[in-house]
Each structure stands twice: as structure tokens, then as C-alpha cells.
């Protein structure tokens, strides 16, 4: 049996090149021109695989290619705007070169690619890419990444077997992408599609109902059916999308939930497919769930598959260079085992491939990842761990006993929209104004006995009512705080009841985001409720905007705590002791209630161009806490109101601000604290 080859020294540069330039192959529109609204995400450009397409046997120089733009016509008349590298030899291999075909993200167009498919073709590849439907210089209307978009993806892959006059390989295609380049293969497959093998990364089988989950329309949705025609084209239902989420009203609302996962969603498609898949996902993929994969992997029963969960750089989500060390070989024993015909061991491995995110954070940007595998499916090796939602901010192992609530207000000026906070960017004096954010229902556990790792996606369950009419919101953020007060966000889970009736009691239980985090021996689990979910680690990705976009009625949502309201994670290394075991022993009810104020130093420090500010209120009383510069010139209003006795943490953006050293001065009654922090840019 012969495995993975060692690639020689000289062309182990083109890992570097890809990573470079593959950028855009997972994201939805890099390089793309503005939407009509919101300004481009700057994370949408943070995508780097982890591979190296492998080069020929006995390569000693890099091959001569030429560069051929064409169109291809489809069956209704489109012009696909198209473009191949084939290399320049005396003498072609037997059957033509291996063929790879790249597809690009949404928004993008063939250029996005053109030169890594240069670059690949001198290491002996023809290779091939094209602008999709609706989509740069190519022709028709986009309907969004469905079957419409597979259905030419076929053509176009009969239009490159067809080309073997010219170096194709027809038994020997690989299709590789992202997002849209992802989704659309899969889809493809389906439908009739045969090529040799298909890379998706970050495109789960629900992708269409993971930007709508549990009724919380993602903000990366807007920003995908926003763009102005220069950059996409699309259909009248498409078209009309963006109109329904900003109406933000139940009919709208219902339509947008009708027709988005029509011709999109493939679920009920994986058993169709035959040809060899490797999926990939990210854990902290802004655009969608990671969990769509942990529920319906097992669906891809025809085909062979291997399968990543971790750090994938699409979408927003960490980067690991330990983990693109291994992506490397992974991707290399792909392509050896179904373009070269040679056996590797990738198909032996275990099925499921992981990683953990966990403390320290590298570079003061992302957390570090711990590799791990499973033969087994990965949501059948971990076991839920329930945590109660208490009195005064207890995160428990029991129920809350008595009948105690907590409030989190929604406070939104009467007439002001959702496209008007659009507009805003959710900052500024008119939004604070008018939006009142709230981040006071903050729930902590005492300390952890043990290291204990998170794989899967949360549960949780609220009981609840609201006096506000139609919709209601809540957005449970999770964070692990360290002994030493060293505080992240790990990931989230999203609910918007869209079907209320105000003073209504119910009950609801839903999934949150996927991950798998490994808390540490003696941090705290802690947990914020919130009507608008922003975290400081999203910044650099969303910058003010929101991961889901808010509801936008006035009322107070009452959850009741008691056992309906929990948290259940599921965790791979409980032990079957009782899960009071796990934790050093359990915060009363008045634990956590300031008996002082108190102002923390903020995290992170030094910190870009975000940070967040935690601080505690031990009565009542009018707060103000501002930021000044070194000349002690105001530069930022954080808090400016009464709040009540509580512990809170506010996020400041410094991206407008030049490097250097601030102050931050927290004023509640007769208690003023000042502390200083550095931005570094």
C-alpha cells in the first residue's frame, strides 16, 4: 500500500501561495463592491486554507501554462464568463491532466481565482474556474445558491470533460470551494453530477435555514442579498428578500421563512450522493451553524467522506497555523487517494476529525486548538451537563427553588425601524437613543474542578413572557472566565419568538451555535442574556453590527427561574458522577451580588481595536463611564444613565482612534475609579 507522498522541498512554496490566494474560495463576497446599506465586513477577507494541492512525480521545473478566456452557453441561453490554465508540454500525460475545477464565494467572480489556478497549473494541473449566474461578467439572475446554480454547475463540468481535446481529464475532476462553492457541488452531486471528488468547506447541508434559526435572522443574510448589481444579480424572489427582513413583520417574516430554505437547504439530498466528499467546517462561522453538519452528517451514506470541525479561517472564524499543518497532509492525502489513485491512509482515519478552542489566546486574536478525532459520530460521544439559571446571577447545578424572575428589556424609541439602526450601524447618539442595549442578566458558575471539553451544540430551555406583541428576542452569549479574571466569548445561541402574543407564558427549548471548547480546571462558566447580541470578538468581522438582527418592540421579557430554565452543554469528559462534582461548591443566591463598587481592568489589554469593560454596581444610582486620552480629552460615552445594583461589561470600539494610551473613568454616586489601557494598531 503506498501513502501520502513527501512532497520535495522546491514546490512546498506553494502551500504559502495557496494560503494566500485561496482566500476568497471560502468566503461569500470578497472582492465584492459594497451592499446598498452596510458596509463590506472586513472578516470576510480572513479565510486561509490549510492545503497543498500536490504536484506530479518527477517535476523538476515548473510547467509553461496559457491562459484561455471563454464563455460557455447554458440550456436557457446564459453566457458563464470562464476562464482555464492548461499546462504547455510536448507531451501530455496519458488521458490529460488532472483537472481541477475552482468555485468561488458568493458575490465573487472568476478573477477571485484566476491566479491560483495559474499558479497550480505550473505544478502540472489543468485547472479551471468561472463567474457563477447573476454573478460578475456572467450572464442570467442568481437565485441565490440553489439547485438553478448546480444544474450549471453539471453543465459546466460536461463542457470541461468535452474539453479533453485540450488537456482535461474526464475521469480525474476534483471540484474544490467555499460557502456558494461548497454548497452548489454538493447540490450538483445530487442531481446527476460525476467527477472523481469534492472538497466543501463551510457550506452545511441547512445553510439556507441556519441564517434564519430559531426564528433570528442573521445579519450576514442582509448583508448576502444586499448587493448592488455590480456585484450580483438576482431573481425577483431574491430581490425581494432583503425588502421582507427590513418590513420585520410576521407575513414578511413567514415568506422569508417559506421560500429562503426552497432549492438551498440539501439535507434530504446527502443519501443521493455517490462521489467522494470531504467536508469542513468552522465552529465561529458567522454565516452558519457548524451543528447542521453534527446533526446530519450520517446522512452521506452512498459516498466515501471524511470529515473536519474546527478552525477553518472562513466566515469569521479563528485561525490555527497548528491546525493548518495538519490540514496540509489531510488535503493532500485527498487529492492522492482520489485524483492520483494513490492509497493513503485518509480513508482508514477516523471519520470525524475535531478541534478544540481553548485558553491561552494566541496573539491576543485567537484561541489555541487542540487536535482530536472520532470513529464514532460526534454528537454520540458527549453527554449533556444542566445548568440552572438562579437568583442574583447564579449559573447552578439545581433548579432555582421559589418563585423568582429576571428581566431583560428590550427599549426601543417608538417609529425607529430596523433599517433605520441599519443606517445607524448600531452606534452612534441617535441609536443609543433609541436602542437601549442590555447586558444586566449575567449568569456565573463557581469554579470548575476539572478541565471539562464542549462538544456539540447547547441546549437551551427558557420559560418566559414578554409585554411586548409579535416578536420577542433573546440572545444567550457564553463566555469562560479565567481565575485570573481573563474573560472570552466562546460562542452563542439565538431565539426569536415570532408568533407572541404579549403576556403569553411559554416554554421553549432550541440549539444554540456548535463548538467544542475546553474549559479550564478553576474558570467560570458565564452566560449573558441580552436583547442585542455583540461581542468583543466579533469586531474585527462585524464591527458594530450585530451577529442577529434585533427586534425592534418596546417590552420586557420575564423569564421565570426555575427547572425550565437551563442550559444544557453537551461535554465528552463527564465523568457519570453528579454534575455538582464538577464544580467547586455552589455560589448561594447572594453570591455574586456586589456588595461594593468596583471597576476591572479591561480585556483585552492591549487591545484592537476592541475591549471589553466589566464593572459593579452595589445600589442604584446615576453611572457614567467615559473614555479620554492621554491630554485628557473625552473621546468616548460608554454608560450615561441609572442602572441597578448589578454587574455589567460594555464593549468599546477604538477603530477610529489612532495607537496609544487611554483612560477609562467609571463615576456611579460618590465612587469614581480610573484605569488605564493601550490600544495597539
Same mark, same amino acid.
Not at 438553478?148 to 470533460?161: G, M, Q, T
Not at 494566541?362 to 486548538?369: A, I, L, M, Q, S
Given at each position: 500500500?503506498?501513502?501520502?507522498?513527501?512532497?520535495?522541498?522546491?514546490?512546498?512554496?506553494?502551500?504559502?501561495?495557496?494560503?494566500?490566494?485561496?482566500?476568497?474560495?471560502?468566503?461569500?463576497?470578497?472582492?465584492?463592491?459594497?451592499?446598498?446599506?452596510?458596509?463590506?465586513?472586513?472578516?470576510?477577507?480572513?479565510?486561509?486554507?490549510?492545503?497543498?494541492?500536490?504536484?506530479?512525480?518527477?517535476? @523538476?521545473?515548473?510547467?509553461?501554462?496559457?491562459?484561455?478566456?471563454?464563455?460557455?452557453?447554458?440550456?436557457?441561453?446564459? @453566457?458563464?464568463?470562464?476562464? #482555464? !490554465?492548461?499546462? +504547455?508540454?510536448?507531451?501530455?500525460?496519458?488521458? *490529460?491532466? &488532472?483537472?481541477?475545477?475552482?468555485?468561488?464565494?458568493?458575490?465573487?467572480?472568476?478573477?477571485?481565482?484566476?491566479?491560483?489556478?495559474?499558479?497550480?497549473?505550473?505544478?502540472?494541473?489543468?485547472?479551471?474556474?468561472?463567474?457563477?449566474? *447573476?454573478?460578475?461578467?456572467?450572464?442570467? &439572475?442568481?437565485?441565490?445558491?440553489?439547485?438553478?446554480?448546480?444544474?450549471?454547475?453539471?453543465?459546466?463540468?460536461?463542457?470541461?470533460?468535452?474539453?479533453? +481535446?485540450? *488537456?482535461?481529464?474526464?475521469?480525474?475532476?476534483?471540484?474544490?470551494?467555499?460557502?456558494?462553492?461548497?454548497?452548489?457541488?454538493?447540490?450538483?452531486?445530487?442531481?446527476?453530477? @460525476?467527477?472523481?471528488?469534492?472538497?466543501?468547506?463551510?457550506?452545511?447541508?441547512?445553510?439556507?435555514?441556519?441564517?434564519?434559526?430559531?426564528?433570528?435572522?442573521?445579519?450576514?443574510?442582509?448583508?448576502?442579498?444586499?448587493?448592488?448589481?455590480?456585484?450580483?444579480?438576482?431573481?425577483?424572489?431574491?430581490?425581494?428578500?432583503?425588502?421582507?427582513?427590513?418590513?420585520?413583520?410576521?407575513?414578511?417574516?413567514?415568506?422569508?421563512?417559506?421560500?429562503?430554505?426552497?432549492?438551498?437547504?440539501?439535507?434530504?439530498?446527502?443519501?443521493?450522493?455517490?462521489?467522494?466528499?470531504?467536508?469542513?467546517?468552522?465552529?465561529?462561522?458567522?454565516?452558519?451553524?457548524?451543528?447542521?453538519?453534527?446533526?446530519?452528517?450520517?446522512?452521506?451514506?452512498?459516498?466515501?467522506?471524511?470529515?473536519?470541525?474546527?478552525?477553518?479561517?472562513?466566515?469569521?472564524?479563528?485561525?490555527?497555523?497548528?491546525?493548518?499543518?495538519?490540514?496540509?497532509?489531510?488535503?493532500?492525502?485527498?487529492?492522492?487517494?482520489?485524483?492520483?489513485?494513490?492509497?493513503?491512509?485518509?480513508?482508514?482515519?477516523?471519520?470525524?476529525?475535531?478541534?478544540?478552542?481553548?485558553?491561552?489566546?494566541?496573539?491576543?486574536?485567537?484561541?489555541?486548538?487542540?487536535?482530536?478525532?472520532?470513529?464514532?459520530?460526534?454528537?454520540?460521544?458527549?453527554?449533556?451537563?444542566?445548568?440552572?439559571?438562579?437568583?442574583?446571577?447564579?449559573?447552578?447545578?439545581?433548579?432555582?427553588?421559589?418563585?423568582?424572575?429576571?428581566?431583560?428589556?428590550?427599549?426601543?424609541?417608538?417609529?425607529?425601524?430596523?433599517?433605520?439602526?441599519?443606517?445607524?450601524?448600531?452606534?452612534?447618539?441617535?441609536?443609543?437613543?433609541?436602542?437601549?442595549?442590555?447586558?444586566?442578566?449575567?449568569?456565573?458558575?463557581?469554579?470548575?474542578?476539572?478541565?471539562?471539553?464542549?462538544?456539540?451544540?447547547?441546549?437551551?430551555?427558557?420559560?418566559? #413572557?414578554?409585554?411586548?406583541?409579535?416578536?420577542?428576542?433573546?440572545? !444567550? @452569549?457564553?463566555?469562560?472566565?479565567?481565575?485570573?479574571?481573563?474573560?472570552?466569548? $466562546?460562542?452563542?445561541?439565538?431565539?426569536?419568538?415570532?408568533?407572541?402574543?404579549?403576556?403569553?407564558?411559554?416554554?421553549?427549548?432550541?440549539?444554540?451555535?456548535?463548538?467544542?471548547?475546553?474549559?479550564?480546571?478553576?474558570?467560570?462558566?458565564?452566560?449573558?442574556?441580552?436583547?442585542?447580541?455583540?461581542?468583543?470578538?466579533?469586531?474585527?468581522?462585524?464591527?458594530?453590527?450585530?451577529?442577529?438582527?434585533?427586534?425592534?418592540?418596546?417590552?420586557?421579557?420575564?423569564?421565570?427561574?426555575?427547572? =425550565?430554565?437551563?442550559?444544557?452543554?453537551?461535554?465528552?469528559?463527564?465523568?457519570?458522577?453528579? +454534575?455538582?462534582?464538577?464544580?467547586?461548591?455552589?455560589?448561594?443566591?447572594?453570591?455574586?451580588?456586589?456588595?461594593?463598587?468596583?471597576?476591572?481592568?479591561?480585556?483585552?489589554?492591549?487591545?484592537?481595536?476592541?475591549?471589553?469593560?466589566?464593572?459593579?454596581?452595589?445600589?442604584?444610582?446615576?453611572?457614567?463611564? #467615559?473614555?479620554?486620552?492621554?491630554?485628557?480629552?473625552?473621546?468616548?460615552?460608554?454608560?450615561?444613565?441609572?442602572?441597578?445594583?448589578?454587574?455589567?461589561?460594555?464593549?468599546?470600539?477604538?477603530?477610529?482612534?489612532?495607537?496609544?494610551?487611554?483612560?477609562?473613568?467609571?463615576?456611579? *454616586?460618590? =465612587?469614581?475609579?480610573?484605569?488605564?489601557? +493601550?490600544? $495597539?494598531?
Amino acid at each position: 500500500m503506498m501513502y501520502a507522498i513527501r512532497i520535495p522541498v522546491s514546490f512546498r512554496h506553494l502551500f504559502c501561495v495557496a494560503l494566500i490566494l485561496l482566500t476568497s474560495l471560502l468566503t461569500l463576497t470578497t472582492n465584492s463592491q459594497e451592499r446598498r446599506v452596510l458596509g463590506k465586513p472586513k472578516g470576510l477577507n480572513s479565510w486561509k486554507p490549510s492545503f497543498l494541492l500536490p504536484s506530479p512525480y518527477g517535476l @523538476q521545473t515548473l510547467d509553461s501554462v496559457v491562459r484561455t478566456d471563454f464563455t460557455i452557453t447554458l440550456r436557457d441561453g446564459v @453566457q458563464i464568463d470562464a476562464l #482555464k !490554465y492548461v499546462p +504547455v508540454r510536448q507531451n501530455p500525460p496519458a488521458g *490529460g491532466y &488532472l483537472t481541477v475545477i475552482m468555485h468561488h464565494g458568493y458575490g465573487d467572480n472568476k478573477e477571485t481565482l484566476a491566479e491560483f489556478c495559474r499558479l497550480q497549473a505550473q505544478y502540472g494541473y489543468y485547472t479551471m474556474t468561472f463567474s457563477v449566474r *447573476g454573478q460578475g461578467n456572467s450572464g442570467g &439572475l442568481s437565485n441565490l445558491i440553489s439547485t438553478l446554480e448546480a444544474d450549471d454547475l453539471i453543465e459546466i463540468v460536461n463542457w470541461v470533460k468535452a474539453d479533453s +481535446v485540450n *488537456g482535461s481529464n474526464p475521469s480525474r475532476i476534483l471540484i474544490m470551494g467555499g460557502s456558494q462553492g461548497g454548497a452548489v457541488p454538493m447540490i450538483a452531486a445530487a442531481r446527476g453530477l @460525476q467527477v472523481a471528488a469534492i472538497i466543501n468547506s463551510v457550506a452545511p447541508p441547512d445553510f439556507a435555514s441556519s441564517w434564519i434559526e430559531n426564528g433570528s435572522i442573521k445579519t450576514t443574510l442582509l448583508w448576502t442579498v444586499e448587493y448592488t448589481p455590480d456585484t450580483a444579480r438576482y431573481n425577483s424572489l431574491v430581490d425581494r428578500m432583503s425588502d421582507w427582513i427590513y418590513a420585520d413583520t410576521k407575513p414578511y417574516w413567514d415568506s422569508l421563512a417559506h421560500y429562503l430554505p426552497q432549492g438551498r437547504d440539501f439535507v434530504n439530498l446527502l443519501p443521493n450522493i455517490t462521489i467522494p466528499v470531504l467536508v469542513e467546517a468552522a465552529w465561529q462561522d458567522k454565516f452558519f451553524n457548524a451543528d447542521g453538519w453534527m446533526l446530519h452528517i450520517d446522512k452521506i451514506t452512498n459516498a466515501p467522506m471524511t470529515s473536519y470541525l474546527g478552525a477553518v479561517q472562513g466566515h469569521g472564524a479563528d485561525h490555527s497555523p497548528t491546525e493548518d499543518i495538519w490540514h496540509m497532509e489531510w488535503f493532500n492525502n485527498w487529492f492522492y487517494e482520489w485524483l492520483w489513485d494513490i492509497r493513503t491512509p485518509i480513508m482508514s482515519q477516523a471519520k470525524y476529525q475535531y478541534a478544540s478552542t481553548t485558553f491561552p489566546v494566541v496573539n491576543g486574536r485567537w484561541f489555541t486548538f487542540v487536535h482530536d478525532s472520532s470513529h464514532a459520530l460526534l454528537r454520540n460521544i458527549s453527554t449533556p451537563m444542566r445548568l440552572y439559571f438562579k437568583r442574583n446571577g447564579v449559573l447552578g447545578t439545581t433548579p432555582q427553588t421559589g418563585n423568582h424572575t429576571r428581566v431583560v428589556k428590550n427599549s426601543v424609541t417608538s417609529g425607529y425601524t430596523l433599517q433605520q439602526a441599519i443606517y445607524d450601524e448600531f452606534k452612534g447618539p441617535n441609536f443609543n437613543a433609541k436602542f437601549r442595549v442590555d447586558t444586566t442578566a449575567v449568569f456565573t458558575s463557581s469554579p470548575l474542578t476539572t478541565d471539562l471539553k464542549w462538544l456539540g451544540a447547547p441546549v437551551v430551555s427558557v420559560n418566559y #413572557k414578554s409585554s411586548a406583541n409579535t416578536f420577542m428576542q433573546l440572545n !444567550y @452569549q457564553i463566555y469562560e472566565v479565567l481565575p485570573s479574571g481573563e474573560k472570552r466569548f $466562546v460562542n452563542r445561541a439565538n431565539f426569536t419568538d415570532r408568533n407572541y402574543v404579549r403576556n403569553s407564558v411559554r416554554c421553549v427549548t432550541f440549539r444554540g451555535h456548535a463548538h467544542s471548547h475546553i474549559f479550564k480546571a478553576g474558570s467560570r462558566i458565564q452566560i449573558i442574556i441580552t436583547n442585542l447580541d455583540r461581542a468583543h470578538t466579533d469586531y474585527e468581522f462585524f464591527e458594530t453590527n450585530p451577529f442577529v438582527l434585533p427586534v425592534m418592540k418596546n417590552g420586557n421579557h420575564t423569564i421565570s427561574l426555575n427547572s =425550565f430554565s437551563y442550559i444544557d452543554f453537551p461535554i465528552v469528559n463527564a465523568s457519570s458522577s453528579p +454534575v455538582s462534582l464538577l464544580f467547586q461548591d455552589e455560589m448561594t443566591e447572594n453570591t455574586l451580588q456586589p456588595e461594593r463598587f468596583s471597576l476591572s481592568q479591561n480585556y483585552p489589554n492591549p487591545f484592537n481595536p476592541s475591549t471589553m469593560i466589566e464593572y459593579s454596581i452595589a445600589k442604584a444610582e446615576k453611572v457614567e463611564l #467615559k473614555v479620554y486620552d492621554l491630554l485628557g480629552r473625552e473621546v468616548a460615552t460608554l454608560v450615561n444613565e441609572i442602572q441597578a445594583p448589578g454587574s455589567y461589561n460594555v464593549t468599546f470600539n477604538a477603530k477610529n482612534l489612532s495607537s496609544g494610551v487611554y483612560f477609562y473613568r467609571l463615576t456611579a *454616586g460618590g =465612587f469614581t475609579d480610573i484605569k488605564r489601557m +493601550v490600544l $495597539v494598531k
